[in-house]
């Protein structure tokens, strides 16, 4: 997996060893020497990832990683800080400015090529979310809501069979978090599938497989976007470089540093949540895009897409489709007589009693003003018939209560019932015919039915 790499050192003969390692590797690399430069690259070129040493005159890399992370348009590019410090100190304060992952030098090649590829796939789905996410706004189905997007607090699983380090791990974590220790790997797998922050396995467990235990997370749908963080030995080499290339999101290395712990968690769960952030406003942008926003049936354009579907499968010679089209009778007097707040408001509740009478593989929708459709899938004439007149009678038979309760309203519908006819039958020409049967009940006097056979 190649990416767009910006290297940043102060130290020429550094950056051009770093170029020639990463190209080697196919990466796309890109240079500056100064953290201003750096800054005003990433801002230009977007990278995919941000290698940054920290020992820099001016600007250190700790303060550009911070003003990466403070500035909306870089805070989504990991950065990895790369130093000749190996000290507690630096570390933490590395992960607190932000930074994704802390390596030191001299620096191992395989390791640094496994944190790089594993930064990349996560880099991707974000940079996919959140240009789904964008597109939402742009069309107006997602608004600009903040979201919670902190590190604390979060519900952590610890797998680990080691009950002394598990104990110190939960013990550490409890100052801000929800820990929960598992040592068996089948019941954690399971506790993985409830709402789970972060997962931190040991993968020196004696009982388990702790490889082995992060690649089934990986690999079930329900718990593969759970992040994890695995213990490991530094001595350990080939196993922390599987343990990335599985998919582990970060490596914390023995003895515990409680410090560290405490923002490689803290980092994790940020991440996770900015992520769940954009998953869900595009889950509901995807809501918004079929849903009409007044009565919260689906909208008229959702309908044309079931209905092609519906109909193309009843000609081939599948179950009949039947379709249910609704005017509320005298909407007009409703809205002049009362206002439009009142008129919001049968439609709401019509939309409401809509939804209760119908099946559930039943689509109703609002087809535009005081119109609405049902798309009653393998469903005769004769049944769409009767199931329609139930709608009219409960629609009917029940006033309607609006105005904060202070008017009762007497409100009636017609509706036009069609059934699709087998081969050489369309979906408009269904309309059609459902559009005939309701201009005659409103024309023989509302508050009826009428089917179209042919």
Same mark, same amino acid.
């Given at each position: ?93 590395? =992960?607190?400015? %932000? ?5 030191? @030098? !001299? /620096? *191992?090649? &395989?390791?640094?090529?496994? +944190? #790089? $590829? ?125 343990? =990335?290339?599985? %998919? ?5 290395? @023995? !003895? /515990? *540093?409680? &410090?560290?712990?405490?923002? +490689? #968690? $803290? ?128 629609? %009917? ?10 008017? &009762? ?46």
């Amino acid at each position: 997996m190649t990416a767009r790499i910006l290297v940043v050192d102060d130290i020429e003969a550094n950056v051009k060893l770093l170029e020639a390692k990463l190209s080697a590797e196919y990466f796309d690399v890109l240079t500056a020497t100064d953290g201003p430069t750096a800054l005003a690259l990433a801002a230009a070129e977007k990278p995919d990832i941000i290698l940054l040493d920290v020992m820099m005159p001016g600007m250190d890399g700790f303060e550009v990683c911070r003003r990466l992370k403070d500035d909306p348009l870089t805070r989504h590019i990991p950065v990895v800080l790369v130093t000749a410090l190996d000290g507690r100190a630096d570390r933490i304060a590395g =992960l607190e400015a %932000g930074a994704d992952e802390f390596i030191t @030098k !001299p /620096i *191992d090649d &395989l390791i640094m090529f496994s +944190r #790089v $590829r594993n930064l990349t796939r996560l880099k991707l789905v974000i940079d996919e979310l959140r240009d789904r996410e964008a597109s939402g706004r742009r069309i107006g189905v997602i608004a600009g809501a903040a979201a919670r997007l902190a590190g604390v607090g979060g519900r952590v699983l610890i797998v680990d069979d080691n009950e002394r380090q598990a104990q110190r791990i939960h013990t550490e974590l409890s100052v801000e978090h929800r820990p929960l220790v598992e040592p068996d790997p089948e019941k954690a797998h399971l506790t993985a599938r409830g709402p789970v922050d972060l997962v931190i396995v040991n993968l020196m467990a004696r009982n388990f497989d702790g490889l082995r235990f992060a690649a089934n997370l990986r690999s079930d749908e329900a718990t593969r976007q759970a992040p994890i963080l695995a213990i490991y030995d530094p001595d350990e080499r080939a196993r922390a470089v599987k343990a =990335l290339d599985l %998919g582990v999101n970060d490596l914390l290395a @023995k !003895p /515990i *540093d409680p &410090l560290e712990l405490a923002a +490689r #968690v $803290r980092t994790q769960i940020k991440r996770k949540r900015y992520t769940d952030f954009l998953r869900n406003n595009l889950d509901n942008s995807l809501e918004l895009a079929v849903t009409d926003q007044l009565t919260g049936l689906h909208n008229r354009r959702y309908m044309t897409g079931q209905l092609d579907a519906l109909t193309q499968r009843a000609v081939r010679g599948g179950a009949p489709v039947a379709a249910l089209l609704i005017d509320i009778d005298h909407f007009k007097k409703i809205n002049d007589g009362f206002g439009h707040d009142v008129g919001d408001e049968v439609l709401c509740e019509f939309g409401l009693r809509l939804a209760s009478n119908v099946r559930a593989i039943d689509l109703p929708c609002r087809y535009g003003g005081e119109e609405f459709v049902i798309l009653m899938p393998d469903t005769a004439l004769a049944d769409a018939e009767r199931i329609a007149d139930r709608i009219r009678r409960n629609v %009917g038979g029940s006033p309607f209560r609006v105005a904060a309760g202070s008017e &009762l309203l007497t409100v009636t519908i017609s509706i036009g019932v069609a059934a699709t006819l087998g081969e050489g039958d369309t979906p408009e020409a269904l309309l059609k015919r459902a559009d005939q049967a309701l201009y005659e009940a409103k024309a023989s006097g509302r508050n009826r039915v009428i089917s179209h056979a042919a």
